[in-house]
């Protein structure tokens, strides 16, 4: 018997264990799962601590302001300085939890102001009074319960039986997440960084350590079973869904009570009571008696028979061999072979309404571009147990809050970016059947779609959970190179604008566009918060270059020369520049500066600069130089191309229209794409789009996109609701349609 099996979990025919003694076994066992457990464990969380280095130096470049990357670098320095130190306090803070399993004492965490003198003396782990650690805590916590919920029951099992005084839970187990997490995010005491970048590491710490947790469960399962601690003991997996899962608001259609009338829907209902054949059919005398009447029951016999006969063996994302349109012959086909319908019954005239705009809300369906045809073929497949719950529920058309039409427009909504490639595990894909599968089967019954909205709304926001931290890093990443583009550009303009046709020694050119270069940009990152400091290293520049050209009219002082060095000492130092590398330049730089200016007894000969060939970097020193890339060149990489169409047309309107969240199908080299505006840049206004999976693909500008709408290379999908965008389809149609009899 495997410790998989689907028996059901039954703590009264638990067979106990054998020979186990609550003394020296016991603290035997607990110390052999204590060594593999922190035999696992710590060489990966070394890993993981040594890995938080290149993270915040990445935060730290895509920053948007000087106060953060501030913090980012000295979380650098923080976390390198105490790797050991966090190594140890992790580890003292499973000792103790070790220690007080040990003794029976399953409270292993208490809040401060809960904390006893007994607490004190025990060394008690004590929670950080930060409510976003604790959400952040709580978070791993439950995902880690949720992905290895088999090995925890198994090891919950186990510990129960070792200590004999209880129930183990997810809460009192040694090793459950409640222990490791807490412990963990405790040990970040050792740290001086803020709470913010706590939070971090702690959520770096669910993307990066919660899969090896379940590798050591099963090896600590795996002693104890061998062991003899319940060898034979069985597990029944149960999906349970938390009802108390939160969805978010702008998504959650359950929380509006009232009913919203479709006036789509009201101009067709009033299109149709002015049709000259309905008003033919309610004069008096013309009304149906009951005998004449198809009942309810009949098409509802007549449309399962022809459900079993189109989706026998049939999968789901197949083309069916009619059309929706074509579906309403095939009832009146299948209700004359099975006698119901006659010379002498008739189908109730506001029945035929209903099926009329079902097989005209599915013929939309199938032809709507905006979703992907997969999709659509699965999401057809509904007309049939639609066409029922239309003819039972009179609100379906009339009520945009009605929750099996809510249900449809969610699905078809959410589908608008799926792709194969994006979806590569078939999961969204399969829930969509699984929901669709599920309503052809149980559409007589009740269904609570309320439910089933809830359910796949939570599906969903786990999804999108994946897709918006890939979508965060992208802009994150965009806006940090874009910010750092624009910085290069104007230290380049600073620069060009200062050498242009000047006559300056090598060594000076050397130092304005390298180490001064990097001065110029991170002066200008942050030029916000030291406005001064900017004016003060690009004069710098223009000084130097004075006192520096043979040729200018009148010579620097000694004094002068000073505060040039002085200035240019303590621009190197904010770029960090080696201590040996930044004397070599400034004693270098003097010694040019008292020569230029006669104040040197040296005679020495200086190489001095063309000023015609001043601006023109070799490949070598280009490669060397923060700004040589934009030396050459007046091109703002942060600005639309001068030669762009800027046209003011219904393409360049619609293209200014765009916006975040907009979802769009581009024709590619490598075939059709749909994508996403994910960020809008402040800076340059590009657009970055990214696919479903959050992935970035690439970025335009405005004008970019408005010439692939041009060129039909590009289109907007469209945002509304399914079956608003249907019904104002139809009645655009039928209005269409009674205009064109009116002139005639």
């Known amino acids: 018997m495997t410790e998989q099996s689907s028996s059901d979990k039954n703590k009264t025919n638990k067979p106990r264990t054998e020979g186990i003694d609550v003394g020296e076994n016991f603290a035997k066992h607990l110390h052999e799962i204590h060594r593999i457990f922190v035999q696992y464990l710590n060489p990966r969380l070394k890993k993981f601590y040594d890995g938080l280095n290149d993270f915040f130096f990445d935060l730290a470049e895509a920053a948007r302001n000087n106060v953060q990357q501030n913090q980012y670098f000295a979380a650098i320095g923080d976390t390198r300085k105490n790797n050991a130190k966090l190594m140890r306090e992790f580890a003292k803070n499973v000792n103790i939890i070790f220690q007080k399993f040990k003794n029976h004492d399953f409270v292993y965490f208490v809040e401060l102001s809960a904390q006893t003198e007994h607490d004190k003396k025990t060394l008690t782990l004590i929670k950080e009074d930060d409510l976003d650690q604790k959400l952040a805590i709580t978070n791993v916590t439950g995902k880690i319960s ?20 209880g129930e183990i839970d997810n809460q009192s187990n040694p090793i459950g997440p409640d222990a490791i997490v807490n412990a963990f995010a405790l040990s970040l005491s050792a740290l001086k960084s803020e709470n913010n970048i706590k939070l971090i590491i702690i959520k770096l710490f669910e993307k990066n350590m919660v899969e090896s947790l379940g590798p050591v469960y099963k090896l600590v399962n795996k002693y104890l079973k061998k062991q003899g601690v319940l060898p034979e003991i069985k597990f029944e997996v149960k999906h349970n869904v938390r009802q108390s899962d939160q969805v ?30 309905q008003v033919k059919a309610q004069e008096p005398g013309a009304q149906y008696t009951p005998e004449k009447i198809i009942e309810f029951s009949q098409l509802t016999n007549a449309l399962d028979q022809i459900k079993a006969e189109l989706l026998t063996d049939q999968e789901l994302e197949t083309k069916q061999t009619i059309s929706p349109l074509e579906l309403k012959d095939e009832l009146l086909r299948k209700l004359k072979s099975l006698k119901a319908l006659t010379g ?18 599915f013929q939309f369906l199938v032809d709507d571009r905006n979703l992907p045809e997969t999709i659509q073929l699965v999401l057809s497949k509904l007309q049939l147990p639609y066409l029922q719950i239309a003819l039972k529920d009179e609100t379906f058309f009339s009520d945009k809050k009605n929750n099996a039409r809510q249900l449809l427009n969610i699905m078809a909504q959410s589908s608008i970016g799926w792709t194969i490639e994006t979806d590569e595990k078939g999961l969204f894909l399969n829930k969509i059947k699984e929901i669709v599968g599920f309503i052809l ?5 009740s269904i609570n779609y309320e439910k089933l909205i809830m359910r796949f709304l939570q599906f969903e926001q786990q ?20 910010r750092l583009n624009k910085a290069k550009v104007e230290a380049a303009k600073v620069l060009k604008q200062a050498l242009k046709g000047q006559k300056v020694p090598d060594a000076v050119r050397s130092l304005l ?19 001064k400091l900017l004016k003060k290293y690009q004069k710098f520049v223009v000084d130097l270059v ?26 190197l130092e904010l770029v960090a520049l080696q201590e040996l590398e930044l004397k070599k330049k400034s004693k270098e730089i003097r010694k040019v ?60 309107h619609a293209s200014l229209e765009a916006k975040v969240e907009d979802w769009m199908e581009f024709q590619t080299e490598e075939g059709t794409k749909r994508l996403k505006i994910s960020w809008i840049s402040p800076i340059s206004g590009k657009l970055l789009f990214v696919n479903g999976k959050g992935g970035r693909e690439f970025d335009l500008f405005r004008v970019e996109l408005a010439e692939k709408f041009r060129n039909g290379s590009c289109r907007s999908l469209q945002q509304l609701p399914l079956i608003d965008r249907a019904m104002q389809s139809i009645a655009k149609k039928m209005e269409e349609k009674t205009g064109t009899t009116e002139v005639q």
């Open 513 to 531: 566009l390298k180490p001064w270069a990097n001065v110029l940009v991170l002066s200008e990152l942050r030029h916000k918060e030291s406005p």
């Open 248 to 277: 978010s608001n702008s998504i959650n259609y359950l929380a509006q009570a009232l009913s919203e009338t479709d006036e789509n829907y009201k101009k067709i209902a009033e299109i149709l009571h002015q049709d000259p054949e």
């Open 463 to 482: 999804i999108k959970k994946r897709t918006l931290i890939a979508e965060r890093r992208h802009s994150e990443k965009m806006s940090g190179r874009e």
């Open 344 to 361: 002498k019954t008739k189908i109730k005239q506001a029945d035929m309404r209903t099926i009329d705009l079902i097989g005209e809300l």
């Open 546 to 571: 004075k006192a520096t050209n043979p040729e200018s009219d009148k010579k620097a002082s000694k004094l002068i020369i000073d505060k040039l060095c002085e200035i240019m000492q303590e621009g």
């Open 593 to 652: 500066l008292l020569q230029t200016n006669g104040l040197s007894k040296t005679n020495k000969h200086l190489a001095y600069i063309d000023p015609a060939e001043i601006l023109m970097l070799s490949k070598e020193f280009n490669k060397q130089s923060s700004v040589g890339a934009f030396m050459k060149t007046d091109v703002d990489p942060t600005v639309a191309p001068e030669d762009a169409n800027q046209a003011e047309d219904e393409f360049h």
């Open 146 to 165: 949720q992905i290895y919920h088999e090995e925890l029951y198994l090891l919950n099992e186990r510990f129960s039986d070792m200590v004999s005084s």
């Open 441 to 445: 089967k149980n559409h007589e019954k």
